[in-house]
């Protein structure tokens, strides 16, 4: 694969995870966020750019051959600044990307695009099980976010893959977490696989570890190519110890986007 992985929005916790490990994997990297890197690694070529400024993102994709988008408001805020950095910023990313002829871009998309969806009854959830239903306006942004990257790959026939991501951290550290953990060495995994597997086309995967007590069904993810080596059950003791068995009727473990489905969620979170 010739040219470098384009990743926006570098500086990010899950940016900060994938400077380390796609490297490692084989991928050169060009790491851009609106803040220098603080701390660029040997070969990295580095960028100081807005996702949302055309001009900037024409620049910066050249040569690429593929996006990872990371870039935005990774939680509830106003509508205009999720708007404008999150569904400005995608889209600005995809037409940047669709005019420079850069082949496949991975969008990072939430379980927050489906957040109020219920729990299954039994069995598990897939990605195309009913309905978008965001739980906040930033949810409604990753809605867009999906709906850009089907545009593009529809009418544009680029290769875009949106990875609902659960919860990436370094580890969990509620109950939900045991559920929706998605582990840093995961989240390597599942970037890799959505820029290896071949001819993808348009393709929604929810992103997270394989937890014993996960829901959403990771068959598609695998599909891609996709192997997590984590599961958050090696934190159940100690988790449920403190805050007791999740009670399932209690929408934070029902719903897919746990507590910002409720009543009390508001953008201080
Ligand atoms: C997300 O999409 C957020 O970016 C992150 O901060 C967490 O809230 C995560 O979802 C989650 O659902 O745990």
């Not at 942004?141 to 370094?170: F, M, N, Q």
Request: hydrophobic share 45%; aromatic share 6%.
């Amino acid at each position: 694969m010739s040219g470098p992985v384009l990743l926006t929005g570098a500086v990010g916790r899950i940016g900060a995870v994938l400077r380390g490990g796609l490297p490692e994997r084989g991928w050169a990297v060009r790491s851009l966020d609106v803040v220098p890197l603080p701390d660029p690694r040997p070969g990295e070529e580095h960028v100081v750019a807005d996702v949302t400024d055309p001009a900037a993102m024409a620049e910066a994709v050249s040569g690429a051959s593929a996006v990872v988008h990371l870039a935005g408001v990774s939680g509830e805020s106003t509508w205009a600044a999720i708007s404008h950095a999150n569904i400005d910023g995608t889209h600005c990313v995809l037409e940047a990307a669709r005019r420079a002829g850069v082949p496949r871009v991975v969008l990072a998309s939430s379980n927050h695009a489906t957040g109020f969806t219920p729990r299954p009854a039994s069995g598990l959830l897939r990605e195309d099980d009913g309905l978008a239903r965001p739980d906040t306006f930033y949810g409604v942004s990753k809605v867009a976010v999906e709906a850009l990257g089907a545009l593009y790959a529809d009418r544009y026939g680029l290769d875009v893959v949106c990875l609902r991501i659960g919860t990436a951290a370094a580890e969990p550290t509620t109950t939900r977490h045991l559920s929706t953990w998605l582990s840093p060495r995961d989240q390597v995994s599942l970037v890799d696989a959505a820029l290896r597997a071949p001819s993808p086309g348009f393709a929604v995967v929810w992103g997270v570890s394989a937890n014993t007590r996960g829901w959403w069904d990771l068959t598609a993810a695998r599909a891609l190519g996709y192997e997590p080596a984590d599961d958050a059950e090696a934190y159940a003791a100690a988790l449920v110890g403190v805050h007791g068995e999740p009670d399932l009727a209690d929408p934070v473990h029902g719903r897919v986007g746990g507590e910002f489905t409720t009543a009390d969620f508001d953008a201080e979170h």
